[in-house]
């Protein structure tokens, strides 16, 4: 006893741990793509001890309906990416991070945006463009720079584990300036439940996924049963039953209105964790997800609410200079305003569209903002600039919205998504997280992992409601892997 009392006095004099290695090597994702993992080590009372290790995403997105030369074309692309990222990791930052405090974030992310300029570094690295080209000048990618934020990722949680709090809690810290938060709030899940395919036979073309999402007096643990009930009726729905019978349109209770033919037969199950389906019409998905409600006796816009992810940059037509909303229909960026005023109007429950636009429809962007700003939620995901070159130029010229989506990937460092307040749901109070669909381990493992954040919240009573603000304000939306 007298030893072991010695032994934890002398422990209080010893050195903080310093990092003494970093690991990269290349593995698969969930949805089995390579990527990288990135493993701390640290020196911890004179010994070498593995601390943590993290799976980062690569900027490679899955395509549902890419063509064979284009699948592989981005495979090798990601393959490239990913080989050079591990050689990164290996090598020059292994050599710059040692001996650096992992709870120092800060200066471990001062170090990382350095390596970009290191001159050994150089001869390896690559711009790699985007396959698809938009109207403004083509965004290059760092090809390996998922490095940077997988590396900095992984000494966030290496600093969490050393401190012996959970990762949301240390985030939280470093947000508040290490004045812990007396209450944290969940943010809202926006649940996908329909990936609408965008290829022939479907002829809607301009809508990507439809969003359930919950009122928030429930708890995470009530929506998750429920959204789990709303999925199995839309596969009994597609699989099994016969196209129910809607009740007739009551604008007051927002009874569903004739769906008309039954979208095209289910296909298979999304990356995303949801079902595809190809639809004849914008009002289809709406519709489908009305009438699937009213079955379960919930109301949408009281009950629930929808999201849209729009990817209107996926339907424009850069010959005609318009967007394909449809098989053969198209619409200029002023007639997608009109299109989007009208319906809201007639589906006031939908309360996010996200992508409405391309970025480059800035006019449009304000247009809808002004039309819509005080009814709903105007996203940008694909149309908001990377976070690297928001810290670059802070005047940078984006659309107007009331909030980005933004994805922890490539060189963007935890001490920039932590400015602009977007790493972690949880540690930094985002309004929502998108986390795709209730199927697939990798996407089930994130609600599961709220789940558990839930409860200790609510143990240790520092949970507080979340509620909505004002549609004014700006809102931020998280779409990370929570650990």
């Known amino acids: 006893l007298l030893h072991r009392l010695s032994a934890n006095y002398f422990s209080k004099f010893s050195r903080a741990p310093v990092i003494c290695k970093v690991v990269g090597r290349k593995v698969l994702d969930g949805v089995g793509q390579p990527t990288l993992e990135v493993e701390i080590y640290c020196t911890v009372k004179n010994c070498e001890k593995r601390i943590c290790s993290t799976v980062m995403s690569s900027h490679a997105q899955i395509s549902e309906n890419a063509l064979p030369d284009t699948a592989k074309a981005d495979e090798r692309e990601r393959n490239d990416s990913v080989n050079t990222a591990v050689e990164w990791v290996n090598e020059s930052l292994n050599t710059m991070l040692r001996n650096l405090k992992p709870t120092d974030q800060c200066k471990v992310d001062k170090v990382l945006g350095l390596s970009w300029f290191n001159p050994s570094q150089k001869k390896k690295i690559k711009l790699v463009e985007r396959t698809i080209p938009p109207a403004e000048p083509v965004e290059s990618v760092l090809c390996g720079s998922l490095a940077i934020g997988g590396t900095s990722l992984a000494i966030a949680k290496a600093g969490a584990t050393i401190s012996h709090i959970p990762l949301y809690l240390h985030i939280a810290l470093l947000k508040h300036d290490q004045d812990s938060p007396k209450e944290m709030t969940l943010p809202l899940p926006m649940v996908t439940l329909l990936n609408c395919e965008k290829i022939s036979p479907a002829k809607l073309k301009l809508v990507k996924e439809v969003m359930l999402i919950p009122p928030v007096q429930l708890s ?85 609410h929808l999201a849209i992810n729009c990817a209107a940059h996926e339907s424009m037509d850069y010959v005609k200079g318009k967007y394909e909303v449809l098989t ?69 010229n984006m659309p107007m919205c009331s909030g980005v989506v933004l994805k922890y990937i490539n060189q963007t460092t935890r001490g920039e998504k932590a400015d602009f307040q977007t790493l972690q749901a949880v540690g930094l109070g985002a309004r929502f997280i998108k986390l795709g669909g209730l199927s697939r381990g990798e996407r089930v493992t994130k609600y599961n992992r709220l789940l558990a954040i839930e409860e200790e919240l609510a143990k240790n009573r520092t949970l507080r409601m979340s509620f909505f603000l004002t549609l004014f304000s700006a809102s931020t939306i998280a779409r990370v892997s929570t650990k």
């Open 220 to 304: 995470l643990k009530q929506v998750s049963l429920s959204f789990l009930d709303f999925s199995m009726k839309l596969i009994d729905f597609f699989f099994h039953s016969q196209q129910p019978s809607p009740q007739p349109a009551d604008s007051k209770k927002g009874k569903a209105h004739n769906i008309g033919k039954k979208p095209q037969t289910l296909k298979r199950i999304s990356h995303l964790g949801c079902l595809i389906t190809g639809c004849d019409n914008l009002e289809q998905p709406l519709l489908l997800m009305q009438t699937a409600c009213n079955n379960m006796g919930l109301e949408l816009g009281t009950d629930m």
């Open 328 to 396: 053969g229909t198209f619409k200029s960026p002023d007639e997608m305003v009109d299109m989007y005023v009208e319906l809201i109007n007639k589906f006031p429950f939908i309360i996010a569209l996200i992508d409405p636009l391309r970025k480059e429809d800035r006019q449009q962007w304000n247009n809808i903002c002004c039309a819509l700003g005080s009814k709903c939620y105007l996203i940008a995901e694909d149309a908001a600039k990377y976070i690297s070159q928001l810290k670059i130029d802070e005047n940078i």
